[in-house]
Nanobody, 119 residues
Framework: QVQFVESGGGLVQPGGSLTLSCAAS????????MTWYRQAPGKERELVAA?????????TYSDSVKGRFTISRDNAKNTVYLQMNSLKFEDTAVYYC???????????WGQGTQVTVSS
């Protein structure tokens, strides 16, 4: 059974930082690219950052987060991370992870983790 458990969200002021974690299970983690998505109220889910499988040598970011967010993975812990710096109001959303590079591999999603950027 594929499972994603996101954590690390919270309330942060503009310019602040957060690190999100996503623990994955139910599949061979190291063989899959992993992606972070986010969904803001009233908007569709969008891709934020993706990292290729195994050593994670290929990474991509959406234009809106490029230069501020960093995706990484720890295959020993079956976990993917998202370091978020210089947070903006528009980063407020629920953040999710899934396997895959350009689209979700699995139809099941975790509960997500809420990130709220507010002064």
């Amino acid at each position: 059974q594929v499972q994603f458990v996101e954590s690390g969200g919270g309330l942060v002021q503009p310019g602040g930082s957060l690190t999100l974690s996503c623990a994955a299970s139910g599949f061979t983690f190291s063989r899959y690219a992993m992606t972070w998505y986010r969904q803001a109220p009233g908007k569709e889910r969008e891709l934020v950052a993706a990292i290729s499988s195994s050593t994670g040598g290929r990474i991509t970011y959406s234009d809106s987060v490029k230069g501020r967010f960093t995706i990484s993975r720890d295959n020993a812990k079956n976990t993917v991370y998202l370091q978020m710096n210089s947070l903006k109001f528009e980063d407020t959303a629920v953040y999710y992870c899934n396997a895959g590079y350009s689209g979700p591999v699995y139809s099941s999603w975790g509960q997500g983790t809420q990130v709220t950027v507010s002064s």
